[in-house]
T-cell receptor, first 113, second 111 residues
Framework: EAQVTQNPRYLITVTGKKLTVTCSQN?????MSWYRQDPGLGLRQIYY???????DKGDVPEGYKVSRKEKRNFPLILESPSPNQTSLYFC????????????FGSGTRLTVV | GDSVTQMEGPVTLSEEAFLTINCTYT??????LFWYVQYPGEGLQLLLK?????DKGSNKGFEATYRKETTSFHLEKGSVQVSDSAVYFC??????????FGKGTTLSVSS
């Protein structure tokens, strides 16, 4: 089944403790992206990648890192999480970039205390 | 910059009612337009899309027409069902990678 898989689905952590949210897609898509969803703000792009070793900032990149060493994986790294990064995170992938429509993962609900 | 404005919810309807969720956009060029749906506890699913003016996207009884003259992409369905209860997001893409979303409209359908 074609899908984007994120892990974990739920995570509670403490301020400053480094964490990684994994994202993997099995569709051989070139484009991958991370979004965060917050009440009243909709979804905002954090980082995106057009291909292996090619990444760029989205609208809200502060406090996040990404890497794209393999085509299928696009992990999101929070080096020193803070409470304002408490959010619902989505990974997405697309073959044609956004004009083709993204396939989204099921989301990771992160709480930083 | 580019932006998307959706009508605020929640929208509450009875089963078989007609649905309209308004969406207008601001863009410098000629974006592709999308509607995504998010069911409770799930990720976003592409509902329909339109890539140029006057295109009509349709899926599962939902329709939206790309209106360049009014910069709109309103979502409609003739007869909603309880199973349509979800959050609906209008989105655009102009740069080829970034999807810009509206804030979402919650639809609640009761039987």
């Amino acid at each position: 089944e074609a899908q984007v898989t994120q892990n974990p689905r739920y995570l509670i952590t403490v301020t400053g403790k480094k964490l990684t949210v994994t994202c993997s897609q099995n569709m051989n898509h070139e484009y991958m992206s991370w979004y965060r969803q917050d009440p009243g703000l909709g979804l905002r792009q954090i980082y995106y990648s057009m291909n292996v070793e090619v990444t760029d900032k989205g609208d809200v990149p502060e406090g996040y890192k990404v890497s794209r060493k393999e085509k299928r994986n696009f992990p999101l790294i929070l080096e020193s999480p803070s409470p304002n990064q408490t959010s619902l995170y989505f990974c997405a992938s697309s073959q044609q970039g956004a004009p083709g429509g993204y396939t989204f993962g099921s989301g990771t609900r992160l709480t930083v205390v | 910059g580019d932006s998307v404005t959706q009508m605020e919810g929640p929208v509450t309807l009875s089963e078989e009612a007609f649905l309209t969720i308004n969406c207008t956009y601001t863009a410098t060029g000629y974006p592709s337009l999308f509607w995504y749906v998010q069911y409770p506890g799930e990720g976003l699913q592409l509902l329909l899309k339109a890539t140029k003016a006057d295109d009509k996207g349709s899926n599962k009884g939902f329709e939206a027409t790309y209106r360049k003259e009014t910069t709109s992409f309103h979502l409609e369905k003739g007869s909603v069902q309880v199973s349509d209860s979800a959050v609906y997001f209008c989105a655009l893409s102009e740069a080829g990678t970034a999807l810009i979303f509206g804030k979402g409209t919650t639809l609640s359908v009761s039987s």
